[in-house]
Every structure is written in C-alpha cells, then in structure tokens.
C-alpha cells in the first residue's frame, strides 16, 4: 500500500486517528463502569470520578481522579489509562 500523494497520506492519518480516539473512549469507559466500580464495591478505594473530555487535566494525561481514606486522611491520585 503505497501513497501517490501527500494528501492520501495526511487522510490515512486522520483515519487512523480517529479510529484510535474511539479506541480510547471505549478503553475509559469500561475502566470506569467495570474496574473502579468494583474497586469501589470492594472498599479498595473510597470515591472516583472521571475528567472530561478535552479539559486541563485530560490534556495532562489524568482520565480518572480516585480517592482513599488511610487513617483518617485522604488519598486522592490522578492517572490515565490512554
């Protein structure tokens, strides 16, 4: 498979880009609907929330915000799964 042009190629680019973008949006939501919440059910982590798409922190990397309590302070981390 080969490009005759830059334009095909720059269309491929953007092709696979958005096939990984819904990869990733997929990925996040079973990470929050399955993986947090049983972490949740099983008293591993107190509370979890998910950042929105596009914001200061999905930009930094940070998808998902988990917090824990360890006497009597909380523990709170950021991470990302994409």
């Known amino acids: 498979m080969g490009w005759s042009n830059s334009r095909q190629f720059r269309k ?3 092709r696979k880009s958005m ?4 990869l ?15 972490m ?13 798409r596009n914001s200061a922190q999905d930009h930094d990397g940070k998808d998902f915000w ?4 360890v006497n009597k302070i909380t523990a709170f981390a950021e991470f990302g799964v994409t």
Do not use: A, H, W
């Open 12 to 14: 491929y680019c953007n």
């Open 40 to 52: 949740k059910d099983c008293g591993q982590i107190s509370n979890f929330g998910k950042y929105p």
């Open 24 to 38: 990733g949006i997929q990925l996040e939501g079973e990470m929050e609907q399955i993986r947090l919440q049983k």
């Open 66 to 69: 988990v917090t824990k309590d």
């Open 19 to 22: 096939r990984y973008s819904k």
